[in-house]
């Protein structure tokens, strides 16, 4: 399997809280900045979407953006619409993770639908930091013939919702979410360093595509070099001058931050990270963890403790 299969693999909407909102202009809705990825399907307008780093954009029907990282950002009816609408808008709890939302009014509807996704533990990753703040499927839409009817499907399914709408519609952004990524990563131009240029790399893509699937495995360079079909050697060189690090202090990094993100879950001790990453007592990864991230484990728990709340801004 390719890097970047790995990585798409993991892009999936596990733990995902979703909504389909009916909003009557004029509305707004501010959503906080949170470190889970975030999407907008608009299925009928108006809507337009404001981040700080590119300010408003119209969105118009059948589009589908995403927010890799999770940044601040508004929807509104319109640019001039101030305020923020939430409390007028009645809620109704559907399932565990799904609501419907609806704001009464006499203006034009906008029909939405809106999601956050918990994204595993493998997915943090390098690509994450490397994605714009916010992606639009009609700007990538001519570079895959499959996202245009696949916006098309959704909008039908957001527009006669039936019984297990919120189901289909989730797996409907799932794949639109893996093919967005992977067009930008195909449009994201040729650079010969860094890890965009990794996945790319037969070889170094090869063990990339291993390593991020097993981080707790006995990795050595001999075993790594196996993996890419090359020397020792050629392979050491080629990973320390595509990625700008060698492969141990690359796998170190990769396993402190998972740790990290394990050890801010509720119920899940220090010794438990240390097995599960190869580490023979809980000494040892403790001082490896703190070598990398300069704090200990204990404060992560600490300062970390339960899951991140997913919500829709409601």
């Known amino acids: 399997m390719d890097a970047l299969s790995e990585v798409l693999r993991d892009f999936r909407l596990s733990g995902v809280n979703y909504g389909r909102c ?32 590119q300010g408003w ?6 589009d589908l953006v ?4 999770g940044v601040a950002h508004r ?19 559907l399932e565990s993770s799904v609501c419907e939302v609806v704001r009464e009014g006499t203006g034009a509807t906008a029909t939405l639908f809106c999601g956050s996704m918990a994204l595993g533990e493998h997915a943090l990753h390098p690509l994450i930091s490397l994605m714009p703040p916010i992606i639009r499927g009609c700007d990538v839409a001519g570079n895959d013939p499959l996202i245009g009817p ?18 289909v519609l989730s797996r409907m952004a799932d794949l639109l979410a893996a093919r967005l990524i992977r067009c ?32 707790g495995h006995h990795w050595t360079l001999e075993n790594l ?26 796998l170190a990094r990769l ?33 490896a963890f703190k070598r990398v991230t300069n704090i200990s484990p204990g404060t992560v728990r600490r300062t970390n403790s339960g899951r991140t709340d997913m919500n829709l801004g409601f």
């Open 184 to 215: 930008w990563v195909n449009c994201s131009g040729a650079s010969t360093t860094g890890w965009l240029a990794a996945i790319r790399d037969p070889h170094i893509g090869r063990v990339l595509a291993a390593i991020h699937r097993q981080p």
């Open 57 to 62: 954009q119209a969105l118009s029907d059948g």
């Open 75 to 93: 929807l509104a009816s319109a640019p001039d619409v101030e305020g923020d609408c939430r409390k007028s808008c009645q809620v109704t709890k």
């Open 225 to 250: 070099a196996i993996v890419a079909g090359q020397s020792r050697s050629i392979f050491a060189e080629r990973f320390s001058s595509v990625l700008g690090e060698g492969p141990a202090r690359y």
């Open 66 to 69: 995403l927010l890799p990282q």
């Open 22 to 53: 009916e909003l009557r202009h004029p509305w707004s809705i501010a959503f906080p900045e949170q470190p889970l990825l975030r999407f907008h399907f608009v299925s009928q307008g108006p809507c337009w979407i404001h981040t700080e780093a």
């Open 255 to 287: 396993r402190m931050e998972l740790a990290r993100e394990l050890l801010s879950r509720k119920g899940v001790s220090v010794a438990e990270v240390a097995t599960r990453f190869g580490y023979e007592s809980e000494a040892s990864f403790a001082r």
């Open 150 to 167: 696949l916006l098309a499907a959704m909008s039908v399914e957001a527009s006669q919702p039936q019984m297990g709408s919120a189901t």
